[in-house]
């Protein structure tokens, strides 16, 4: 099938690429023009706008940082509503407000464009392995009709509900992460402190109930000091942002998720938004003295 993809960084340069490898012809664009040349070494082709990639596809895929860029590039000059035909679908991947997701369905309908909202989970290592966990919102027909170009980069695609669901599931995910990774930095670094080998504390305690992939992810590297991203601190306050507006729009206390937005607003200010969310280490380092 021909597809546009739009946004070519950690998460969709390799998604992208896992879709030529499936067979898909793909049509590509991001701000950043070497990313383009990138992808076009791997067999795609390369376009100059998000315009130029609607008037080539019927079917685009988005995957940007957050509401602002993925409103710009549908909305904005040279975007995607600039030429895209009726009968078009666009599937955004990004993590967005799920409110966002809602609105811009809404107005794409009145074009006649459809729209899904599948966020994924697993990060970069699982992008390049095409092994992404996609969580899906939008009409269940659409649903049932994109299922297997979805599964091209997944090894789990599950379908939430309305327009917007998707992004749900992912704030919700996005809450459990930051706490999980805050749980096992707390944990190594109360271990450290009481003159107790971490590395040991966390081959231990891995196989048991405090076991986790983020455990299993993520303590390794904060073991390394190894901060390099992966997911970013910046797009976690963005997440953390979103869910924290989406839950107090519905009066839903988020009580940890608030925490875990002063701990990563802390981090910003010691300029670690550039850096792994295992950085959340670097705060208990801090506050512990170790
Ligand atoms: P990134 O910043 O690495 O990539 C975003 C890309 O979008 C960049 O190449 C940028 O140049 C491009 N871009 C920005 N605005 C654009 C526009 N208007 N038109 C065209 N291109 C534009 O981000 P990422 O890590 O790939 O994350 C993308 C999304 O996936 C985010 O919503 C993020 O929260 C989510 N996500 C990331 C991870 C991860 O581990 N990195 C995991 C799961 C989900």
Known sequence: MKLGFIGLGIMGKPMSKNLIKAGHELVVFDVNKSAIDELV???????KSGADVA?????????LPNSPHIHSAVFGENGIAETAKAGTVLIDMSSIDPVVSKNMGAQLEEKGIEMLDAPVSGGEPKAVDGTLSVMVGGKKDLFDKYYDILMNMAS?????????????AKLANQIVVAVNIAAVAEALTFAKKAGTDPEL????IRGGLAGSTVMDVKAPMML?????????????IKDLNNALNAAHSI????????QMMEVMQFLKSEGHDKDDHDSIVKYYEKIAGT
């Open 224 to 236: 390394e000091g190894n901060y390099k991203p992966g997911f970013r601190i910046e797009l976690h």
């Open 41 to 47: 070494v791997a067999g795609a082709i390369a376009a």
């Open 156 to 168: 789990s695609v599950v379908y939430v509900g309305e327009l917007g669901s998707g992004n749900v």
């Open 55 to 63: 008037s080539q596809c019927d079917t685009i895929i988005t995957m």
């Open 251 to 258: 009066n839903s206390p988020v009580p940890l998720t608030a």
């Open 201 to 204: 504390v966390y081959q231990a």
